[in-house]
DNA sequence: TTGACAATTCGAAGATATTCGATATAATAG
DNA sequence: CTATTATATCGAATATCTTCGAATTGTCAA
């Protein structure tokens, strides 16, 4: 993905935020969506815990989730009914790099 | 300025590439805007020479000039009837540790 | 002071982004 | 198989961005 459309990508508050709770989803999602505790995150976390962290409406954040993954920045696997995206931790210090030596 | 507000003037090609010209004005200005030789760079490039290298209108360069400089990534300095921009380092390293820090 | 040049500001058209609710698809539980 | 839950896609309204040409402002030289 070309930096330009990196930037675009991040040019949002809410998708903003999303790739930033994605950066420690232990601490940012102590519960599951519907309150569960004991839950793993290693593949991620599930469109609907962002939702409703975000306040925005379902098909928004399933929307902004989709341009964060085309971006690169985080990574969709499907597991069941549920979908989990984690942040791509390389695309992240990609983009940096790229500001603090091409730029 | 917000970091969402900063990446929103990087989320255009024409101003990424404003800002990587600014970065090395003797290499991307070798003439000046009329294709005078043996002018100083040390104030910045001009509005217009940089309206020539985009190809884009003279008063859309203004205006994305305007937006980089709210997003403190670049500095005018009028000098005559010429304003120079220079480019803020200060704010591109921020951004780019804030890419890695932060998020 | 007037004319030319540089830059900014204004007003508007078209394109893209934001955001929603409704609908469709996919997976699971019963 | 059917109802339920999770996610994705569709269609549309509104907002913001892109970009221009025209008008304005600021500066300098004759």
């Known amino acids: 993905m070309e930096p330009v459309d990196i930037f675009k990508a991040l040019a949002n508050e809410s998708r903003l935020k999303i790739l930033k709770w994605l950066g420690d989803p232990e601490r940012y ?35 902004y989730l989709l341009i964060l993954q085309k ?14 995206y984690k942040r791509n931790e390389k695309s992240l210090k990609g983009i940096s790099k790229y500001l603090k030596e091409e730029i």
């Open 71 to 84: 971006a690169g920045l985080v990574v969709a696997s499907r597991q069941g009914q549920w979908t989990y």
């Open 29 to 63: 999602f102590p519960d599951g969506p519907n309150g569960e505790k004991h839950h793993s995150m290693t593949l991620g976390v599930c469109v609907g815990a962002l939702q409703k962290k975000t306040g925005l409406s379902q098909s928004t954040v399933s929307h």
